[in-house]
């Protein structure tokens, strides 16, 4: 049986990874995961300087998910480098830097700065967080933007680059397309849809940001229908992600077309996700035959 | 530290304490290894609401590997919780958070300072540093809580560990006022500050114990998603960078819920 | 105490409508629900000629919602006017008809057959059904098209004309203006989310139309957050609609900007559900001293 | 036609009637006023799913103001239904759909035809036949039951009601194949069919009926959201124009769940 997948040219373990922002760089899972057990360790957005975020309230919960504005706060590319990446070589998994900036500019420092760290396998480039106001989500609404960006990363990285999308577009298959065009190795979706939360007793936002992104069961068809868009759009390997909480709902992103799946909120129901589903997608190619995981991918035409 | 897990915790017992709020025994092996202030995420079973509650840790007893949590209904998870009975399981996500340094209060006056739905964590701290042996013991432990009217729920309780002082928003018990009213009215000795509340009430509390030189270590609140640290989503500010957010940001889940006041920003 | 809002110089009793499709002509629900007591009826979508819809299955259960893809069955005009229309003579209540098309010709039969039609109050466009291939959607997602079809539909039409929008858009802002430019009394929004699911058993679409429009609690935030952007980009009135189950979503739609709001699928779950939210609308306002719900529109900033 | 509601069922009891399938008894008024065929939708707590789960009525109690259901567990919901217990609960709407029109048996040979959990609704349809007074009664009642296996739920209580045949596709009971193998095979007298089950069944037997110049009356299933006819979800095709839709389709929910086969393009 195998549960092996490769995205270019490298090879994963199996297809579980976990989405960016909702697990650290692993450290705070240990109790709870075998980090060798998992696909990769997606690591949360880092800049080339440290980022204080927006302030609090930054998360609320709604039906079936919440909402965050987080504001991309980090520790900037040094300490991340020093501190997060060390740690994470003592893993068997691979690595992925989700790389975040307010300029072009920005976003190439990190870029460059990684592209001789050996623990990194690959750089997802975060141009959708709709929670900062500066550059990163208008690189992810404009198809123009996105083809520029990612033809810049690309020419100064020498790790393989994932696009991480926003769903908050008219179409992604459109915006698949020019990460693709522009030489994207990959490109992961969905992250977070844009929504907001009034507390009606309170007379206020229940995020400081007023607006954040949601995420967890709720939005998972959404984001199954626009993975299997984009699957239809372009060659390139998809990262599929969206409110998935269990090995059933990995699998129809599997089956939508996704060469590897992500798990972000749901972390937070339960800290065991990432694993659960290793283990279930097993079980589910055992019950049913499945020899290759790859078999299925993209099954469901 | 003592490592986290998410488990069913067993009720052993639940009962009303007063209007509104409800005291929870939980059979859980996380009561082997809980400092008094931490908490536990708890969850609620309605599948449309996902993340943990989390809910300070009022007191403990090992003997019976059992937690005890006081908490007000306040929303769907509590009111959820509450109907909860003898033989029901909960899950619970913990021992969540740093809890009150009370070390920090050998050979010294200690106050144990709580504020509404403040005062269970200080129940457990109260008789944590009763229990110390002479040396590592406080010289004194006084209790004061702050209440809104004569419901002062858990307040019997804490005068078996600390000499009490009450103070209630309409005067119905104790002081007129707040917990500082109380404090000065009532000339509460203090070296150490444990305290827990209202954000007004730790500002108030950060500013008296500079006043009177005290230290005074704060049990913060914030909204949270996942309580270990990861997703970021419940900072305080923090006076000088902190060292793990390399940001004038920490996180109250992990490096608090309990600070040194001299190091927020509040 | 007044619960009375007016759109276009139409006066409802109340902000509590119906969602288009989720409520048929009413006929259906009054077992349950006094149609005295609601805003307005807004009734399922109708076109020139009779349409078939879509083949089943044309719904699927999801995580805090649900899909749909009825494709707008409808049984035509004719018979609408004839049976649907003559039922609602009988109530006091506004009657808002939804209008759909494939082509802006058979959007103009529509509206110009109901001009004259006394009991018809607005005409509610819908050129945001994601479930039927040709026109519909495609007015939806571009704004030069929408401006295009709002302003032939305003010459034409004798009655005031509400456009529905899509929230698949990358900007709701920028469609709100078109609309309102374009000379539409009301916007509505917003219609469903495209979506899929798939049953990995079956390895087949849950739908057979493979996507459909995901409504229910899941997509509130996003609905909130659409109403809330909408309404800080135009000055006609907004009527909000997406997982409202309650009067506390109906208040939190208004807060956030909405003159009216409309139940949909959750008229699935508890068909009382409009009353109910008639109901608590005047409960909130007695207890907290609003004296007309007028005054707590678009209240938090 | 009663009019529908939606209300809480008090649960009489419960019990396993074979594996993965329940036998529910609940308590409302809606057993007032049920036919034969007809249906409710049972809503699960989990705030996770909204939508009500059709289910067949079984056997009406008028006197206990009883409805009972019997189920298979395929999925979250009817998983939840089936821990319901004596006491609980449940919030069921209806009465739904049309139901089987038993007045067109009347001095005819029925027959009521179920295949695997398309049993159940026709349990009360055989009974209300066999009560019927003699001018209305059909001439003759025969029940034909199709199973995967041996474990033939409910064909035993059908014996009160009816002449019995069984059908099992793995021929451990009765007939081995189809329902109309079953017929064909023992020679099942026949001018009017009520038959419920999967739609390959239904598609047999109305090519059947058809060529022994029977009556055959279906009872369709498809995915519904509304149960009352509002949503257009769950229609079927229909060989004509259909009255209520102007075009080729019926609702299931609503005009059906029981069509006349000679109306409907399966
Ligand atoms: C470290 C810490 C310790 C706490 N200890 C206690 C305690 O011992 N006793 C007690 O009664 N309460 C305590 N609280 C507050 C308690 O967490 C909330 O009252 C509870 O989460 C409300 O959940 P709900 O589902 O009933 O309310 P809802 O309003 O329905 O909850 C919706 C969401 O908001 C969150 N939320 C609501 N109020 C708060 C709040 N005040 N703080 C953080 N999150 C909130 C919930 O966790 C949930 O995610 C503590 C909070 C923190 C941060
Ligand atoms: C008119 C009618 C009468 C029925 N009578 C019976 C009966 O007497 N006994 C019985 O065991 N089953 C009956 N069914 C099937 C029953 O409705 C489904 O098995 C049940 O809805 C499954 O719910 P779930 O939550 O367990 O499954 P899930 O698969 O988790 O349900 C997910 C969604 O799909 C729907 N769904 C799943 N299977 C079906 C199905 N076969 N038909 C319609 N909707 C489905 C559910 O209602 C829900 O909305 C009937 C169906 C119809 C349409
Ligand atoms: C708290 C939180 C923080 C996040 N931070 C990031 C981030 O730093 N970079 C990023 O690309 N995505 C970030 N995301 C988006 C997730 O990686 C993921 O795309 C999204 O949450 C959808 O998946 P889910 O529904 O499984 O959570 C964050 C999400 C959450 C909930
Ligand atoms: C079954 C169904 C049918 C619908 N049909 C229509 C329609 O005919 N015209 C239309 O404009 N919107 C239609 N809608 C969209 C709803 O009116 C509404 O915009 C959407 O469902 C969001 O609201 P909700 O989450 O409360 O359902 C339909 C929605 C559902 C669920
Ligand atoms: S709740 Fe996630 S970091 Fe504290
Ligand atoms: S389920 Fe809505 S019309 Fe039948």
Known sequence: MNTAVEIAGVKFKNPVMTASGTFGS????????????????????????????????????VYGGMLNAIGLQNPGIDVFVERDLKFLEKYDTEVIVNVCGKSVEDYLEVVERLSDEKKVSMLEINVSCPNVKE????????????????????????????????????????????????????????????????????????????????????IKPVAVRMV???????????????????AEDAIEFIMAGATAIAVGAMNFHDPYTTEKVVTGIEEYMKKYGVEDINDIRGIVE | ????????????????????????????????????????????????????????????????????????????????????????????LGPLGNGFPIDKAAGKRAVVIGGGIGVPPLLETAKRMSERSDAEAPSKISAVMGYRNSDTFLSDEFSRYAEMHIASEDGSVGTKGNV????????????????????????????????????????????????????LGCVCKT????????????????????????TLDL
Not at chain 1, 28 to 38: A, I, P, R, S
Request: glycine share 8%.
């Open chain 1, 26 to 61: 692993g450290m705070e899972y240990v109790d709870f995961v075998d980090l060798n057990k998992l696909g990769a360790v997606v690591t949360k957005g880092v800049a080339n300087v440290p980022w204080p975020g927006n302030p609090v309230p930054r998360v609320a919960e």
């Open chain 1, 135 to 218: 550059g990163a989500i208008a690189f992810g609404q404009n198809k123009d933007a996105l083809f520029d960006i990612t033809k810049r990363i690309k020419e100064k990285s020498k790790k393989p680059i994932i696009m991480k999308l926003s769903p908050n577009v008219t179409s992604i298959s459109e915006m698949a397309k020019a990460a693709e065009a522009a030489g994207a190795d990959a490109i992961s979706l969905i992250n977070t849809i844009t929504g907001m939360k009034i507390d009606i007793y309170k007379r206020k936002f229940a995020l400081a940001n007023r607006t954040g992104g949601l995420s967890g069961p709720a």
């Open chain 1, 228 to 246: 299997y868009e984009a699957a239809h759009a372009v060659n390139i390997p998809i990262i599929g992600m969206g409110g998935i909480a269990n």
């Open chain 2, 1 to 92: 530290m003592a490592e986290k897990m998410k488990k069913a915790a067993k009720v052993l017992s639940q009962k009303k304490l007063s209007e509104g709020i409800f005291d929870l025994w939980l059979e859980t092996e996380i009561a082997q290894n809980v400092r008094p202030g931490q908490f536990v995420g708890v969850y609620p079973e309605n599948r449309s609401t996902l993340l943990p509650r989390p809910i300070s840790i009022c007191e403990v007893d090992k003997a019976r590997s059992a937690i005890r949590l006081v908490y007000r209904v306040v929303g769907s998870g509590t009111a959820e919780f509450s109907k909860a009975s003898e033989g029901d399981d909960l899950m619970i």
């Open chain 2, 180 to 231: 500082i009213d109380a404090m000065k009215n009532d000339n509460v000795e203090c070296d150490v500050i444990f305290a827990c509340g209202p954000m007004p009430m730790l500002k108030g509390i950060k500013a008296y114990a500079e006043s009177i030189g005290a230290k005074a270590y704060l049990s913060l609140e914030e909204r949270m998603a996942c309580g270990v640290g990861a997703c």
């Open chain 2, 239 to 262: 006076k000088e960078v902190d060292e793990h957010s390399h940001v004038h940001n920490a996180r109250i889940c992990t490096d608090g819920p309990v600070f040194d006041a001299d």
